[in-house]
DNA sequence: ATCTCTTGAGAGAGCGCTCTCTCCACATCC
DNA sequence: GGATGTGGAGAGAGCGCTCTCTCAAGAGAT
């Protein structure tokens, strides 16, 4: 009751097993009836070739590691940042063919069980996503003989090739739409300093207030909607006369609002609001938020491209994508 | 330069190969010192035992399919729960060292794909996200020899076991609530009816309805936000006299709470407001969302047991958890 | 001192597939 | 007609591992 192989549809096309594989494998070397008949004992067996099998001989296995490398605090926050890659990247793999096996890199030891997972050759690629300056897995994984690519540029300086949004473009044109439209004490919230996003919109942040003479005002949060709105709270502490607030991701954004509201001020008519990311909830904020969009499936869909690249000799060269301002009524 | 073998190691360790091996799968039937030379071997080589290989000869592959049978736009929309369950089921199965092949089957070719990869052989068992009754997977899968369980119960009547929450039994409770506070004309906004959960929500409202004489006032969304919205603006339309509104999931609640606001309705005095699901994102609406929580990590740990159970000839028992009332400012 | 029993280790047969090498048959050319 | 070339099919050697079977050696029983 066992699954048919190859051996079996063989000798129920009466060619030997060399020629069935032929077949399976879409060879062109085989005379048509022959094949006929191939496919014919293939359909009538069922038969479905045996991939263990397979990749022992061919040392490949058509499946790619998608590694998430955050704490658990991140990944379990409601982020849609990290189900819009997985999904994308599922998307975009399956269409090739390629299997995704989902690894979580949360704590010390799964590090540890990813690294072996992947020096075992389980997988022909790794898609990582990791985005803490302290996290060792992308060094570590960069040492394998496995092409590995990153979504967003690695923290730390590591030979891997990237796909990235312009984090510190995006923030400048934020920051500049808050001037132009007339504001004056331009506060931000910005994200953990040990995230490459965190660091690079602080300094588009940072850019666009020194060019034009202003002081800076930050509070720091760590991308959570709660840090959010606990930065916020104390912004308005520091500086109650503030009438802007740059907030480095969305999320954050939305907990800004909240106290905001709950100090009283008005979106926009007291205090000017822009995100980042342009999540989904965005539109649905009171009010809907203003913010820079950064194409996660495009991103995702070029990251795809980077890795199947590298398979066949493809260049390593970083992939940059512009962001773009969203206007909505929070600023 | 190729990766070391066991056979590799068993030279260096001055031993056989099958001693290697039973060093490696931790049998006890190996003396000391020989154990400790084999291990250095190991250590020495890096050595890392070949998946295909091994599963080639023990017909296990040590991996889980996560099917998410969903059409892409609801799978895009930003519902948090299929994030939740996808990282929960990876945290639980990476403990028993299981590894998630991640699977979405949104049309019909992949669908095939699917139905091909797990008849395949490729994965010890499937553990399938499909909440649509027209589906064809859930028959499909249970027909094949594989360990199957679904994560809530299976639109069509199929012998697969499921986890899944107390869908009537919390609805009632909701509009329970809404009646107890003095609400009269309580409105709903189902969810799809080819869905369990949006049939078992809506019945649950009705039968509490019909218990108390009550008039069910029903539009029907899709449980996306924007969906949500229109529900609403329509049940406002159809009775503008509507005091309270049971939504059957957050999503739409979130949306439905916009459409309130936009009509000019006070939420909750002009009209309360009732979600499911319990997603981040109620804490933050204006005001914070009343909402039956279901605890959808428990749910997927209780799955992963389940199948993992299936393994060892346990139970195929279907698992009924219960919810629980959020009481926040909506209702 | 001989026999049985247990423990520990090795030999070797596959698991199902791919792929090189070999060979055969037939067409083509001088 | 014989030498050469070419397309199509088979034989068979592994890929790296597990696991049964076998056997050697020492412990214990008679």
């Known amino acids: 009751m066992r699954r048919p192989t190859l051996e079996a549809v063989a000798a129920r096309a009466g060619v030997s097993r060399a020629t069935a594989s032929r077949v399976v494998n879409g060879q062109t070397t085989v005379a048509p009836h022959i094949r006929d008949a191939v496919e014919r004992a293939i359909d009538e067996l069922g038969y479905v070739p045996n991939s263990a099998a397979r990749s022992l001989v ?183 006369a503030l009438d802007a607030v740059f907030v480095a991701n969305d999320l954050m954004a939305v907990g800004a609002l909240q106290s905001l509201r709950q100090a009283g001020r008005r979106v926009p008519e007291d205090v000017a609001v822009v995100g980042f990311d342009d999540i989904d909830a965005a539109k649905y904020t009171e009010p809907p938020l203003t913010t820079m969009r950064h194409p996660v499936m495009e991103q995702t869909a070029a990251l795809v491209r980077l890795l199947l690249g590298l398979f066949s000799g493809g260049p390593s060269d970083p992939v940059i994508l512009p962001t773009e301002l969203i206007v909505r009524e929070s600023a």
């Open 58 to 240: 061919t040392q490949r296995t058509d499946s790619i590691a998608l590694v998430v490398s955050e704490p658990p605090t991140r990944v379990f926050s409601e982020d849609p940042l990290f189900s819009t890659v997985i999904r994308s990247a599922s998307v975009e793999l399956e269409a090739v063919n390629k299997q995704v096996v989902l690894m979580l890199a949360s704590s010390a030891e799964s590090h540890a069980r990813v690294e072996r997972y992947i020096a075992g050759g389980h997988v022909d690629g790794v898609m990582l996503i990791s985005m803490h300056g302290a996290d060792p897995l992308p060094a570590a994984l960069s040492r394998l003989r496995v092409p590995v690519v990153s979504y967003g540029r690695p923290a730390v300086p590591v030979d891997i090739p990237f796909v990235d949004n312009d984090n510190v473009g995006g923030a400048e044109a934020a920051v500049r739409h808050l001037l132009a439209s007339g504001r004056r004490r331009i506060a931000t919230i910005a994200g953990p300093l040990d995230m490459i996003a965190g660091q690079d919109r602080l300094t588009g942040y940072r850019n666009v207030l020194r060019d034009s003479d202003r002081r800076s005002i930050v509070a720091v949060g760590d991308f959570t909607r709660e840090s959010g709105s606990i930065a916020m709270r104390q912004l308005l502490r520091d500086d109650p």
